[in-house]
């Protein structure tokens, strides 16, 4: 995505290039780091769209958004991954038949069993995570080839880094555990965001695929958004110490900003943040050794659309958007 600024100038966090009429979707833009996402991205003069599955909470968003950046144009949607049948309504409701960005970031997290699943009889946690995310992108990828250089930011989750997925049971069917269901769909995610940049590559697109992470991003290290997050003096106290390993979420957003917004960010690499993968500003890492393995990738990818019910091949579909 082309930049007002130099590119050779250092990348500042806190002093972002200018998007001024870039179009950029935040799917979970109402709350955690994809709030800070969309808070930053409006604050460099991007439009921002929210994908919610909460109208009321993702307005009151908005409004803190509107409220801490002067003229910011955010609006919202209802977008719910964890409903496929929803999302052609959802991505037609967006309006501008072009979109520069989309941000995915929005993800279930379970922490006790008993294994749940969506409406489509998915595990919950794979099915939003990841494969709610390759529907949307399936209904998105007309609106990102109408911009000049469209661009997929696939959030993942350090994590997913001491994960490996299981090919035979990708929706923990037989050994469900919470916490490593939720690290491996976020490892799915991560290996269709570097397997977007290939097949996108091989089709000669313009549209280019990131993949970040944001590190150890607490709430207690998190600035008070009331009322999208409240933080009182004795969360922040107790906080400060993991301060030392680890960072808020208006830390964790910075790398995917960074991807949307940097012309140097190029497809396929994978972004976090600087000290041990955990906190600082945002710098391009070494594909982790897991997801290097394209045959994986692959044979998600066509497991995915399997899952789906979609044609594996639906980015060679280049009929524009109306």
Not at 4 to 19: E, S, Y
Not at 118 to 136: I, P, S, V, W
Not at 150 to 161: P, Q
Request: aromatic fraction near 4%; hydrophobic fraction near 40%; glycine fraction near 10%.
């Amino acid at each position: 995505m082309k930049s007002t600024a130099p590119r050779n100038r250092p990348w500042d966090v806190r002093d972002l290039p200018r998007a001024e009429g870039k179009n950029v979707l935040v799917t979970g833009g109402n709350a955690g780091i994809g709030y800070f996402v969309a808070e930053q991205l409006a604050g460099a003069g991007a439009v921002v769209t929210l994908g919610s599955r909460d109208p009321a909470k993702a307005e009151a968003a908005a409004g803190s958004i509107r409220a801490r950046v002067p003229g910011a144009e955010v609006r919202h949607v209802r977008l719910d991954l964890a409903d496929l049948s929803s999302l052609e309504h959802t991505v037609g409701s967006l309006g501008p038949c072009r979109l520069d960005a989309v941000v995915h970031n929005a993800g279930v997290a379970l922490d006790d069993p008993p294994r749940r699943e969506t409406e489509d009889g998915h595990e919950l946690m794979f099915g939003t995570n990841h494969l709610g995310h390759l529907a949307l992108t399936r209904w998105l990828a007309p609106l990102l080839a109408e911009a000049p250089a469209g661009r997929i930011v696939t959030v993942g989750s350090f994590a997913a880094k001491s994960e490996r997925l299981d090919l035979d049971d990708l929706q923990s069917r037989e050994d469900y555990v919470p916490k490593r269901a939720y690290a491996r769909s976020k490892l799915a995610q991560m290996y269709v965001g570097l397997e977007l940049a290939r097949r996108l590559g091989a089709l000669g697109s313009p549209v280019s695929s990131v993949v970040v992470h944001p590190g150890g991003a607490l709430d207690s290290l998190t600035p008070a958004r009331p009322p999208v997050h409240r933080r009182t003096s004795g969360e922040r106290l107790r906080g400060l110490p993991a301060a030392l390993v680890l960072q808020g979420k208006h830390a964790g957003a910075w790398p995917a900003v960074r991807a949307v917004l940097d012309p140097r960010v190029r497809t396929g690499e994978l972004w976090g943040p600087r000290a041990f993968g955990l906190r600082g500003r945002p710098h391009r890492e070494a594909v982790w050794s897991q997801l290097t393995d394209t045959a994986v990738a692959s044979q998600l990818w066509s497991a995915s659309c399997e899952l789906l019910d979609i044609d594996p091949d639906f980015l060679r579909d280049r009929r524009a958007c109306s």
